[in-house]
């Protein structure tokens, strides 16, 4: 007799294409207008333009880019700007987005009235984050989050931005590694995407990602170790004891880039910290683009993100490039965590 796999409704969408995804999803919302669809379709192509440079970085120098002049005599762009760029004009025109702001901007882009449609969204982004790692061919990413804007009418306003975690409708992000792929929540649940380059169209490769309650990676920093509080050091050394019944030593994976520890650790379980320290009291992560995003999608897979005190998706930001201290990942772990930095557990 012949066996039939069992596979779960989530397994059975397997290979369906993101745009398809979404409009899925957004049928499920009486009353949605596709706005959701042709946003996260405008930041998929932003992505694999971003995505066509990231793969040729490494042939700046040999195919004759000279300090910051190409062979056209054309200034050569920073590979964050150009992304920041991309992202920017993939989103001005859509109709519902009222402004954007991404980490490589100092103040918000407000679109120009004549480009706006509804304009009920405001769109935050890092267009490319790590980007220290893009020089050694290590995955750098770009993370994106979508609010509605709480004033209604005439051009966005700062305050449109400042909002808590809790108030996004969609967050995501992009890892250009040995493949690219797309990783985004709209509250109901974590979906992956890996992009097929032989036609550059996302399928969904990754659907229902959970992270596993507990983890045995544990993701640092420590040449800041002089500069932790002690708190923090006693739960880096408690998770380098040998302890078998608990799964101790923990193994270190750092690899200085959010989105590609994160993921790492989000599809593997394990913990993120980027703590507060002597120097940088608050971190060096930024609250709006970097740690909310990535908070909202850990705790739509059943992970946990907080700043050593709360949860991150409810600090109500009082700057755009406002940084926060993050303690990312498996609930278990981030618990554990907590215990050690609010001096219960040493
Ligand atoms: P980068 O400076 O290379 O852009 O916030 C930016 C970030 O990278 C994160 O992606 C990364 O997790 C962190 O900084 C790494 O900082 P350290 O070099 O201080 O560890």
């Given at each position: 007799m012949q066996r039939t796999a069992v596979t779960t409704p989530a397994q059975q969408t397997k290979g369906i294409t993101l745009?398809?995804?979404?409009?899925?999803?957004?049928?499920?919302?009486?009353?949605?207008?596709?706005?959701?669809?042709?946003?996260?379709?405008?930041?998929?192509?932003?992505?694999?333009?971003?995505n066509a440079e990231v793969n040729k970085a490494g042939l700046v120098e040999i195919l004759g880019l000279t300090g910051h002049t190409n062979i056209q005599g054309e200034e050569v762009q920073k590979l964050d700007e150009y992304a920041n760029e991309v992202f920017r004009r993939a989103l001005d025109h859509t109709g519902p987005v009222a402004a954007l702001a991404s980490e490589e901007m100092e103040d918000p882009y407000i679109v120009p009235g004549e480009l706006l449609d509804e304009g009920q969204y405001v769109v935050v982004y890092d267009p490319l984050d790590g980007s220290s790692n893009i020089d050694v061919n290590v995955s750098i990413g770009s993370i994106f989050s979508i609010l509605?804007?709480?004033?209604?009418?005439?051009?966005?306003?700062?305050?449109?931005?400042?909002?808590?975690?809790?108030?996004?409708?969609?967050?995501?992000?992009?890892i250009?590694?040995?493949?690219?792929?797309?990783?985004?929540?709209?509250?109901?649940?974590v979906n992956g995407f890996t992009l097929d380059p032989s036609v550059g169209e996302f399928f969904l490769s990754h659907p229902d990602i959970q992270i596993p309650p507990r983890g045995k990676i544990y993701s640092i920093n420590e040449g800041n170790s002089a500069t932790w509080d002690e708190r923090v050091s006693r739960y880096v050394a408690h998770l380098k004891k040998e302890d078998k019944a608990a799964g101790r030593p923990y193994s270190?994976?750092?690899?200085?880039?959010?989105?590609?520890?994160?993921?790492?650790?989000?599809?593997?379980g394990g913990i993120f910290l980027y703590p507060g320290d002597k120097k940088s009291p608050s971190g060096k992560l930024r609250l709006l683009y970097e740690c909310s995003p990535m908070a909202f999608i850990v705790e739509q897979a059943g992970g946990a993100a907080s700043d050593g005190k709360g949860r991150i998706l409810e600090i109500q930001p009082a700057k755009l490039h406002q940084r926060t201290p993050l303690v990312i990942g498996s609930r278990e772990d981030v618990a554990e965590a907590l215990r050690f930095l609010s001096g219960e557990a040493s």
């Open positions: 745009e398809r995804h979404i409009r899925d999803e957004e049928r499920k919302h009486p009353g949605a207008r596709g706005v959701f669809t042709r946003l996260v379709s405008q930041i998929s192509l932003a992505s694999k333009i971003v509605r804007r709480p004033t209604k009418s005439g051009p966005a306003r700062l305050e449109d931005f400042l909002q808590p975690g809790t108030k996004q409708l969609c967050a995501g992000y992009i250009y590694g040995s493949s690219t792929m797309l990783v985004y929540t709209t509250g109901n649940g270190a994976r750092y690899i200085g880039s959010l989105v590609a520890d994160f993921h790492r650790n989000l599809l593997k």
